[in-house]
């Protein structure tokens, strides 16, 4: 493989994660609730964000498929990938013009920033089987999830110092260093991106020259045919369900943990030093959990982190205090980055090779509408027992669901299914260096 092209790819991952960390999981949730749905009150602010969140992945989930097989027919998996990190990118530093009251705003730069993260996305996870055989896959993936945590987890850090101790930077108080945030993250993102769109190139054409609209009634054909040939595929479409459940457990937990946390009477500080934790247990730990999965096994590899996340299910359960908040933190890194990567490397051992911007797409709008029923089961078990507690242990049905379809998943005999539709075309480019190791 090109070692240059997959360094660049891996650094992707550390340029996009510091939106995930400081922007959704960190900062603009205060932000949008206290400057941007200032005149609203908090339980409409709330809603409002919820909504936005709602309408972008919704968008995200209806282009994907479409914009992905595209990719895939004219090879432009960089230009696209491009377009959309651009997007991200400009709409998050416009976080830093938004105004008190300015809810409308801020929730249209979400929803075109979200677009533009996730869609991304899509690009970057289909490039990984282009780039990387299949052997080495998962320690690749594995890298670029543990750069991103780190990536994030600097960043954030810098972020939050910007924002707690302005006067350290030349700055006269906490809005104006929330609004350079946004910028700091932009930039970031931006400069980070250039070597993936300068050093990976596009693929050849798998079709001849078409015009726009020529290439999204092919595209739009090629999506009817994904779902029918996707039977031809029962090993994937068995991971695809498994990743369904647990991944929804997954995200509940990055969603929900920090107000859980709040209802178990954990303080704003205590949660924040919590995430910055896991960030950072979570750079070594991907590492370490891609290079076993190489050795002992992806399959093996992913059970073992998802039996690590019905542990932290149950001692969730049971926790009182900021000290069981930092061990289950410490918990979450180890596993979280682990169990992303492998997944992405696991399904695209299993995709035919020619159609994997097409089948990312496909897992992309499919797991974004599973997603709902994490959160909502989490709230609805919660409300109805008035035990927030009870709502926790609700996830350990999606992860036991999830080991229960990954049992049963016979990885090699998915490969050999993958591999029926033949070699997909390698530029040049690809072809070099093609012993080296990462």
């Known amino acids: 493989m090109n070692k240059s092209a997959v360094r660049a790819w891996l650094m992707y991952d550390w340029a996009n994660s510091a939106y995930a960390t400081t922007v959704l999981a960190a900062v603009l949730p205060v932000f949008y609730s206290s400057v941007a749905a200032s005149g609203l009150s908090e339980n409409t602010a709330a809603s409002y964000l919820a909504y936005t969140h709602a309408i972008g992945m919704a968008l995200v989930a209806v282009v994907s498929p479409l914009l992905g097989s595209i990719s895939d027919l004219s090879g432009r998996k960089t230009s696209f990938l491009t377009v959309f990190a651009l997007l991200g990118i400009v709409s998050t530093m416009g976080f830093a013009l938004v105004g008190e009251g300015d809810w409308l705003l801020a929730s249209t730069l979400l929803v075109l920033s979200t677009l533009g ?206 000290l069981h908040f930092y061990i289950l933190a410490i918990m979450v890194g180890l596993v979280q980055g682990g169990s992303q990567s492998i997944s992405r490397s696991l399904l695209s051992d299993l995709m035919p090779l020619k159609r994997t911007g097409e089948f990312f797409g496909f897992v992309n709008i499919t797991s974004k509408f599973s997603s709902i029923f994490g959160p909502f089961v989490f709230g609805l078990v919660g409300q109805l027992t008035g035990n927030p507690r009870l709502g926790i242990l609700s996830l350990l049905l999606f992860f036991g669901l999830g080991i229960a379809v990954v049992l049963k998943l016979d990885v090699e005999k998915g490969k050999k299914d993958a591999l029926q539709d033949g070699e997909p075309p390698v530029p040049p480019e690809f072809q070099a260096n093609a012993a080296a190791e990462v």
């Open 117 to 322: 993260f996730a869609g991304s996305l899509t690009f970057y996870d289909s490039m990984l089987p282009d780039l990387v055989p299949s052997g080495t896959r998962d320690d690749v993936s594995a890298k670029g999830y543990a750069l991103g945590y780190a990536g994030g987890g600097v960043l954030l850090a810098v972020n939050l110092l910007m924002i707690q101790q302005p006067q350290l930077f030349g700055m006269k108080d906490t809005l104006t260093g929330t609004r350079l945030s946004f910028v700091t993250v932009g930039l970031w993102w931006l400069i980070f991106s250039i070597p993936v769109i300068r050093r990976v190139p596009n693929l050849p054409r798998q079709t001849g020259s078409l015009s726009v609209s020529g290439y999204v009634r092919a595209a739009a054909r090629r999506i009817g045919g994904t779902y029918r040939d996707i039977k031809r595929y029962p090993q994937l479409v068995r991971l695809i369900a498994a990743f369904w459940f647990y991944n929804d457990g997954i995200n509940t937990i990055i969603l929900m943990a920090t107000i859980y946390g709040t209802t178990m009477g954990i303080g704003a500080s205590d949660l924040i030093l919590a995430l910055l934790i896991t960030q950072f247990v979570g750079f070594p730990s991907t590492i370490l959990l891609g290079k076993a999965a190489e050795r002992l096994g992806a399959k093996r590899m992913l059970l073992v982190s998802l039996c690590i996340y019905l542990l932290i299910v149950i001692l969730g359960f049971g926790m009182t205090h900021a």
